[in-house]
């Protein structure tokens, strides 16, 4: 099934990136990584990097849940306010994703996103399915995907976006039949403020845990999450620098 929807593929030499991050213990990692310093409340992470300007956005914390604002909605509203104020040449999603066995990934691999949907939106109507799975392809074309998995050790392939950690039998039948390797909750709703904007969008995603494997979701992100941010973040200096430097 050919995507819906595409992003612009990435110009030379992008000046301006913004990287994008769900959640802080995701985030904290990647800006140590990159020479940045910590969130003050105010204004995002920046840094230099291959002749580019770096700026880390977050959705942020809730202070009555006491909670990272992680999913679809706080992930494309904190994007939408972060290229409004300063549009990007580049927005980059790093981050953690369920994996599948079936697929031959294991914990802490990384994937890079070839094209993303949403796999819990069913509306069996013309056109209006269309948009409510918004599935694009993002930015990289095959070649360039391929050169970047090689150089980050990486896999290439399809990211699917939902609200639910965990995931229901029509969505696993949903992910084998569109060979889904990574699982998550908000490169898709990344990608419709990409496409409103008319920005390209690279995505990275490491393994936390095993959709389609016996154990509880729940236990095994907590437990991997601190090695899997550890690897995306040892990643991200050279997937931003090839990028940069392109």
Same mark, same amino acid.
């Given at each position: 099934?050919?995507?819906?929807?595409?992003?612009?593929?990435?110009?030379?030499?992008?000046?301006?990136?913004?990287?994008?991050?769900?959640?802080?213990?995701?985030?904290?990692?990647?800006?140590?990584?990159?020479?940045?310093?910590?969130? %003050?409340? @105010?204004?995002?992470?920046? $840094?230099?990097?291959? &002749? =580019? +300007?770096?700026?880390? /956005?977050?959705? !942020?914390?809730?202070?009555?849940?006491?909670?990272?604002?992680?999913?679809?909605?706080?992930?494309?509203?904190?994007?939408?306010?972060?290229?409004?104020?300063?549009?990007?040449?580049?927005?980059?999603?790093?981050?953690?994703?369920?994996?599948?066995?079936?697929?031959?990934?294991?914990?802490?691999?990384?994937?890079?996103?070839?094209?993303?949907?949403?796999?819990?939106?069913?509306?069996?109507?013309?056109?209006?399915?269309?948009?409510?799975?918004?599935?694009?392809?993002?930015?990289?074309? %095959?070649? @360039?995907?391929?050169?970047? $998995?090689?150089?980050? &050790? =990486? +896999?290439?392939?399809? /990211?699917?976006? !939902?609200?639910?950690?965990?995931?229901?039998?029509?969505?696993?039948?949903?992910?084998?039949?569109?060979?889904?390797?990574?699982?998550?909750?908000?490169?898709?709703?990344?990608?419709?403020?990409?496409?409103?904007?008319?920005?390209?969008?690279?995505?990275?995603?490491?393994?936390?845990?095993?959709?389609?494997?016996?154990?509880?979701?729940?236990?095994?992100?907590?437990?991997?999450?601190?090695?899997?941010?550890?690897?995306?973040?040892?990643?991200?200096?050279?997937?931003?620098?090839?990028?940069?430097? @392109?």
């Amino acid at each position: 099934m050919r995507p819906d929807f595409a992003l612009p593929p990435l110009a030379p030499h992008p000046h301006a990136i913004t990287i994008f991050i769900a959640m802080e213990s995701e985030a904290a990692p990647v800006a140590r990584a990159l020479g940045m310093g910590g969130p %003050d409340g @105010r204004a995002p992470r920046t $840094a230099t990097l291959g &002749g =580019a +300007r770096i700026r880390l /956005v977050t959705p !942020g914390r809730d202070e009555i849940a006491l909670a990272d604002r992680i999913g679809p909605l706080h992930a494309a509203l904190a994007l939408e306010r972060a290229l409004a104020a300063e549009p990007a040449d580049l927005v980059v999603n790093l981050g953690t994703a369920g994996g599948f066995e079936s697929q031959g990934l294991g914990i802490a691999d990384l994937v890079l996103a070839r094209e993303t949907m949403f796999h819990d939106a069913r509306v069996g109507l013309p056109g209006f399915d269309a948009v409510a799975r918004a599935r694009t392809r993002l930015s990289l074309d %095959d070649a @360039r995907l391929e050169a970047l $998995a090689a150089a980050l &050790g =990486a +896999r290439v392939g399809p /990211v699917s976006t !939902g609200s639910s950690l965990d995931a229901t039998a029509a969505e696993l039948a949903q992910f084998a039949a569109t060979g889904t390797l990574a699982k998550e909750m908000e490169l898709a709703a990344l990608a419709i403020v990409c496409r409103d904007h008319a920005t390209p969008l690279v995505a990275l995603k490491g393994i936390t845990d095993l959709v389609d494997h016996h154990e509880p979701v729940e236990s095994a992100f907590l437990r991997n999450l601190e090695r899997t941010c550890a690897r995306i973040a040892e990643a991200a200096p050279a997937l931003i620098g090839l990028l940069a430097a @392109r």
